[in-house]
């Protein structure tokens, strides 16, 4: 279990995202992994996005075909009283945790996430339920954070923790550290060049490109890295994929 690691870490520092990219995906994910978790249409987009490249990135387009129109979905406004303080407070308290299987573990105030480098992208959102939208995100790239907590060894999932919930169930998301990694995988603050809207899922909102709508989670308040699913919800690894079954792995 050393070798992927320092392997990784020794990457992070020394060379492009790219090769991390690559690396992670031969060494960290086993055989056991895919057929643990994935059913079987799954696994096949798994395995096909695996074989043309989990690393591919997702098409990126101008400020010219951004949609006049970006309608919102899901939960539009946490309703949690401390969802409302922070919100009052235009987030200035609020704080993003960084724990789990790290090895320094860190809040992040917003004002510090906005203060970090940046990357902006125009990418085609599609959701499970027919529509697509294309906007621009402004975010940290999840790499970038994950490299000052220092993952430990032993974990292979982000769980994303969000601040609303349906009839008392957490609305929460988990990706695999392939994911993680891929360099248009970030934490958008910033949405068509404006502060992230509470419908849109201020303040801080996931952006994971290759995947379908309901991957890309809003009101992030917590990010775990975790060595499993399994005690997280009902250990599908996401509220949907608990709730109706939707596919873990939403490949796009
Ligand atoms: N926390 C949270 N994240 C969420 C949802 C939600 O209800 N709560 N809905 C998901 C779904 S199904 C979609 S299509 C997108 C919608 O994002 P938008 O409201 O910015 O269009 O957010 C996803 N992330
Ligand atoms: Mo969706």
Same mark, same amino acid.
């Given at each position: 279990?050393?070798?992927?690691?320092?392997?990784?870490?020794?990457?992070?520092?020394?060379?492009?995202?790219?090769?991390?990219?690559?690396?992670?995906?031969?060494?960290?994910?086993?055989?056991?992994?895919? *057929?643990?978790?994935?059913?079987?249409?799954?696994?096949?987009?798994?395995?096909?996005?695996?074989?043309?490249?989990?690393?591919?990135?997702?098409?990126?387009?101008?400020?010219?075909?951004?949609?006049? *129109?970006?309608? @919102?979905?899901?939960?539009?406004?946490?309703?949690?009283?401390? +969802?409302?303080?922070?919100?009052?407070?235009?987030?200035?308290?609020?704080?993003?945790?960084? =724990?789990?299987?790290?090895?320094?573990?860190?809040?992040?105030? /917003?004002?510090? /996430?906005?203060?970090?480098?940046?990357?902006?992208?125009?990418?085609?959102? =599609?959701?499970?339920?027919?529509?697509?939208?294309?906007?621009?995100?402004?975010?940290?790239?999840?790499?970038?954070?994950? @490299?000052?907590?220092?993952?430990?060894? @032993?974990?292979?999932? /982000?769980?994303?923790?969000?601040?609303? *919930?349906?009839?008392?169930?957490?609305?929460?998301?988990?990706? =695999?550290?392939? =994911?993680?990694?891929?360099?248009? @995988?970030?934490?958008?603050?910033?949405?068509?060049?404006?502060?992230?809207?509470?419908?849109?899922?201020?303040?801080?909102?996931?952006?994971?490109?290759?995947?379908?709508?309901?991957?890309?989670?809003? +009101?992030?308040?917590?990010?775990?890295?975790?060595?499993?699913?399994?005690?997280?919800?009902?250990?599908?690894?996401?509220?949907?994929?608990?709730?109706?079954?939707?596919?873990?792995?939403?490949?796009?």
């Amino acid at each position: 279990m050393m070798a992927p690691l320092l392997t990784r870490r020794s990457i992070l520092t020394g060379l492009g995202f790219s090769t991390i990219i690559g690396t992670t995906g031969g060494l960290v994910l086993s055989p056991s992994f895919r *057929d643990l978790v994935l059913a079987s249409g799954e696994k096949l987009a798994y395995q096909t996005h695996r074989l043309i490249g989990r690393n591919a990135l997702a098409p990126e387009f101008t400020e010219a075909d951004l949609s006049p *129109d970006f309608r @919102t979905n899901g939960n539009t406004m946490p309703a949690s009283a401390e +969802y409302q303080r922070h919100m009052e407070t235009s987030f200035a308290n609020w704080r993003l945790q960084v =724990d789990g299987l790290v090895a320094a573990p860190q809040a992040f105030s /917003l004002a510090a /996430l906005k203060a970090m480098p940046a990357r902006a992208q125009i990418t085609r959102h =599609d959701c499970v339920e027919g529509w697509s939208a294309i906007g621009k995100w402004t975010g940290v790239p999840l790499a970038a954070l994950l @490299t000052q907590v220092k993952l430990l060894p @032993t974990a292979r999932y /982000l769980v994303l923790h969000c601040a609303d *919930d349906f009839s008392g169930n957490a609305y929460y998301e988990s990706i =695999d550290l392939v =994911d993680a990694f891929h360099p248009q @995988t970030m934490l958008a603050h910033t949405m068509n060049d404006q502060p992230l809207s509470v419908g849109h899922g201020a303040p801080l909102r996931l952006r994971v490109e290759r995947q379908l709508g309901y991957k890309q989670a809003k +009101y992030i308040m917590r990010i775990e890295a975790t060595a499993t699913l399994a005690n997280i919800g009902l250990g599908k690894g996401g509220y949907w994929e608990d709730q109706i079954g939707y596919d873990w792995y939403a490949g796009i």
